[in-house]
């Protein structure tokens, strides 16, 4: 019985063996071919001869396995599937491969574009779902072998069972045959044999002529009386040997109770093992592949805990192992037995005594067994580990073996999934890069359906970034979802129709009615081997900025026409009566006045068009300084009152020093060109009110009007270039649109911005915003440095609010009494009230007429104050001007502030305050008495 039994589960082995060599050579071929490709892809994509050799390398490697295959393939679809792998192979290294290569070092890159487009990879794709086809196939087989051998067990159980059975029968017939026949007989005999052993007669009740055994007994009573000891003898050895047989009896039963509590663990370890496998092949997700092989390994192996960890991203999964566990386990792991799992590529056992937290309530000694499982990917590398801890029995030599096999299985699932992951990679790759296309692109099947999209499309349609609410859509569904957008006008879905039917070269402008953007459309048909249509494409650019910008080009080159024609024909006309009449001098300096004041329009004009050129290209340069808005403004308006008879312009302002930083030019032309256009968009005149006013960290300059306001939807547009409201009124009063788009440049520039407030019929408010300056120069008397000290009065005349700022906090250091002043004339006023010991003078003041020059002239005229030292701070380099008016000392900025408050207090302290004016020679002799 237990002979069958082998035989049975040898074959079974031996069967099984076949088929998992069947899988295994199928997976090796698929991975090889999968290498190859990449391999050709990478080698087309950046020219790396190395790629090419390796994908002569896996030729070779394919070949290899080919033969093996050819070898074992015996069933019809193993026979068949020979075949595929034969013509692919051939199709690839023969075909497809050699043709791409040298169209590739030709450099006609259309022509290996086409081999992809044209079959090879619909080819390729077909190839990988025979493979997966035919390793169901196989995962088939497996599982049928399985089957029969549980049936073929089934069977053998019940034949023993009846063969028992019918043995009990025949023993129980025979038995009944001797009571019946013999038994009853030889009770009658044994009463006999009694009554003759008390020496009485006795009468034997056996027929005589019975022809049997008792007949011949009875026969022979008496002479059997004799032998009574010796037939005794031979009855307790027949006892004896019925024993015996009962004996025999007991111990094949708990044979054949053995051998079917080994059949039935054969079936579990079946059964898990095949959990196992299909586990390996149902799954693409690495941390799920990683969670059933641990928890199935574990219970086949019979492991009390367990651990997997992968080598290149170190994903694990763990089986009866606390957090903590897992990650001791992942950071000592390389410290030693990572290097030993590499040199002796095998698994090995650790045995160890049991740590006390392993113990439970055990107090003896107690060991575990740790097992140590490499698994190794396709390129022979140590994929990922395994661990596990038995704490009842070591594992044996026949278990080692067995998980090497195993571990070989896992490495190929692990393997399949790292492809698997690639994959979806390129493939998510290939939408970020379809998604950072600029356009819409869809991709439409014949049928109608959508294949693909970027994001573009669907923000462009759906007004959102999810592509999945497109992709595999049928036409009904995903036409439905982008009506939404079209209004009520449906052309772009009928030229989108009119594509699929034919091929059209011709491009489609469409515009939304909802929101007015514009689009291109043009579609190319997508063709697979040339000749088979799989879709078309189509791609959508948005054109809403070209259109607008070729809109307001067109209405630039009308505007500008008329803006540049008007003053000249003035020009042109005015001139041709000067040349060719004699006129008055009156009637000529009118005329002259005329040209002269055209020529200034057509300058501005000129001017604006060359301050967008510099900002466009990002050239313009602002020269920033401390500026005080407040006399800017009053200066602005004075000027624009000459154009503003009907107009009223008034400054409020809730500062009495409004000062930011800045470029005093562009400054005036911001300011200008707001003020300029309330005076220009209030034809019938009104008050125009200019504010000056704080709020949080911004210094505001608000310019309101009563004129004819802005349309709410037009406000947006109003700082772009070139834009003009379309309205009549508005046209005659002319322009270029520039103006606001410079404005919204210079205060963006500095820090600030610009806002809009307006109501159609009733006027608009302008507000510039800047930041807010926060200025720190002031008079200092410090009282500290006049207790039993000279104290030394400076006088600081700057006008640039920093290097002012600068100077005084200096000289403050120094102990000296500062007293600052940013123009000329009220520096004079000041001075001639209040002598200074010293005075710093920068030579170029922007605030009024009175420069540096004129001060020190002033100052050396006058008696009493001729003699005071002036230390020079100016950005104009001409020193021999400077000393010649009498300067103790010319610094040209930038320069160290810390030389001149030495330089002042060097002279002061030698000189006293006699007037005495020292000019600087040279470091090592600094100061030389000049009378």
């Known amino acids: 019985m237990t002979g069958v039994q082998e035989k049975t589960n040898d074959r079974f082995i031996t069967d099984r063996q076949k088929v998992i060599n069947k899988r295994i050579l199928t997976e090796e071929i698929e991975l090889h071919l999968n290498d190859a490709l990449f391999n050709i892809r990478g080698y087309l994509a950046f020219d790396n001869e190395d790629l090419r050799e390796q994908v002569y390398e896996e030729e070779k490697e394919i070949a290899v396995s080919l033969k093996k295959l050819e070898n074992i393939a015996k069933t019809e679809e193993d026979q068949e599937m020979y075949k595929k792998i034969v013509l692919f192979d051939k199709y690839v290294f023969e075909d497809a491969f050699p043709k791409a290569v040298s169209y590739y070092e030709t450099g006609n890159t259309d022509k290996v574009k086409a081999i992809a487009n044209n079959g090879a990879t619909s080819r390729i794709n077909d190839f990988k779902k025979e493979l997966t086809t035919y390793k169901k196939y196989i995962d088939a087989e497996l599982t049928e072998i399985v089957t029969k051998l549980e049936n073929a067990n089934s069977q053998l159980q019940f034949y023993f069972f009846s063969y028992i059975l019918l043995l009990l029968v025949m023993v129980y017939i025979i038995g009944r045959m001797m009571v019946f026949k013999i038994g009853r007989p030889l009770t009658d005999f044994a009463v006999a044999a009694n009554v003759i052993a008390k020496g009485e007669d006795a009468e034997i009740q056996v027929e005589a002529n019975r022809q049997d055994e008792l007949g011949i007994l009875s026969v022979a009573f008496s002479e059997m009386y004799k032998k009574v000891q010796e037939k005794e003898q031979d009855l307790m050895a027949q006892n004896e040997e019925l024993i015996a047989q009962q004996d025999e009896l007991h111990a094949q039963q708990s044979e054949l109770e053995e051998a079917l509590e080994k059949v039935r663990e054969n079936e579990e370890t079946l059964y898990r093992r095949n959990r196992l496998i299909n586990g390996l092949s149902n799954s693409f997700n690495k941390q799920q592949l990683l969670n059933s092989i641990i928890k199935n390994m574990s219970e086949l192996i019979g492991a009390d805990r367990g651990i997997i960890m992968t080598t290149d991203e170190e994903a694990f999964a763990a089986f009866g192992i606390s957090v903590k566990g897992a990650k001791q386990f992942r950071t000592f792991l390389y410290d030693g037995m990572y290097s030993r799992l590499v040199e002796q590529k095998s698994p090995f056992i650790i045995k160890r005594e049991l740590d006390i937290s392993e113990k439970g309530y055990h107090e003896e000694k107690g060991y ?15 994929a990922a580990i395994m661990m596990f801890s038995r704490f009842s029995d070591r594992f044996t030599e026949f278990q080692m073996d067995e998980f090497s096999a195993l571990a070989k299985q896992i490495g190929l699932s692990l393997d399949t999934i790292k492809l698997f992951e690639e994959t979806e990679r390129a493939k998510e790759l290939n939408q970020d890069i379809l998604n950072n296309v600029q356009e819409g692109i869809q991709l439409v099947g014949i049928n109608g359906e959508t294949l693909q999209v970027n994001t573009n499309f669907c923000e462009m349609f759906a007004h959102n970034k999810n592509w999945h609410d497109f992709v595999g859509k049928g036409w009904e569904v995903w036409t439905k979802q982008i009506e939404g957008v079209m209004g009520d006008d449906y052309s772009l ?15 489609f402008t469409y515009q939304f009615r909802k929101n007015g953007k514009v689009i291109k459309v043009y579609a ?6 040339e000749t088979v249509k799989v879709g078309t494409v189509f791609v959508y650019r948005d054109m809403t900025k070209e259109y607008e910008v070729d809109k307001m080009k067109s209405e630039f080159v009308s505007t500008v026409s008329h803006e540049l ?13 000067l040349i060719n009449r004699e006129l008055k001098k009156e009637r000529q300096q009118k005329y002259l006045s005329t040209i002269y004041a055209e020529t200034n329009r057509l300058t501005l004009l000129i001017n604006d068009f060359l301050d967008v050129q510099r900002m466009e290209a990002g050239k313009q340069t602002y020269e920033k300084k401390y500026l005080e808005v407040i006399p800017i403004l009053k200066k602005i308006v004075d000027n624009q009152k000459v154009n503003a008879l009907k107009h009223k312009i008034t400054i409020k302002s809730e500062q009495n020093q409004a000062i930011i930083l800045g ?3 562009k400054i005036e032309q911001a300011f200008t060109n707001i003020i300029g256009n309330a005076i220009k968009y209030s034809p019938d005149g009104g008050t125009i009110q200019v504010s000056i006013y704080e709020e949080a960290d911004s210094l505001n300059v608000s310019v309101k009007d009563e004129g004819l306001g802005i349309p709410e939807g037009e406000i947006a547009k109003l700082f772009n270039k070139f834009y003009r409201i379309d309205n009549s009124d508005r046209r005659k009063i002319g322009g270029t649109g520039l103006g606001l788009a410079i404005v919204q440049e210079i205060v963006n520039a500095h820090g600030g911005k610009i806002t809009v407030q307006s109501k159609l019929g009733k006027g608009s408010s302008f507000i510039l915003s800047f930041p807010k300056v926060a200025m720190g120069v002031q008079s200092s008397y410090n009282k500290e440095h006049t207790q039993g000290k000279i104290s030394y009065r400076i006088a600081v005349i700057e006008d640039d609010y920093s290097l002012a700022e600068l100077i005084t906090q200096e000289l403050k250091d120094f102990g000296f009494e500062v007293h600052y002043y940013k123009s000329g004339q009220e520096a004079l006023k000041a001075i001639n009230e209040y002598i200074p010991d010293a005075i710093v003078l920068d030579i170029m003041l922007e605030e009024d007429d009175i420069n540096g020059w004129d001060i020190m002239k002033h100052l050396k005229q006058r008696k009493g104050i001729k003699d005071i030292p002036i230390v020079i701070s100016t950005a104009l380099d001409e020193k021999e001007k400077g000393y010649a008016l009498g300067a103790m000392d010319y610094l040209v900025k930038p320069y160290r502030t810390s030389e001149l408050s030495r330089t002042i207090m060097q002279t002061l302290l030698k000189m006293g305050k006699k007037g005495q004016v020292l000019i600087p020679h040279s470091e090592d002799n600094p100061f030389t008495e000049a009378e």
């Open 368 to 382: 575990v067994y740790d097992l140590y499982i490499p698994i190794f990917s396709s390129a022979n590398s140590i």
């Open 524 to 529: 190319e048909d997508l063709y697979r081997d």
């Open 565 to 577: 024609r008007t003053p000249l024909a003035s020009i042109l006309g005015f001139t041709e009566l």
């Open 493 to 507: 879905l009928a030229y989108i129709k009119e594509s699929l039917h034919q091929q059209s070269n011709q491009e």
């Open 663 to 665: 470029d005093k030019l």
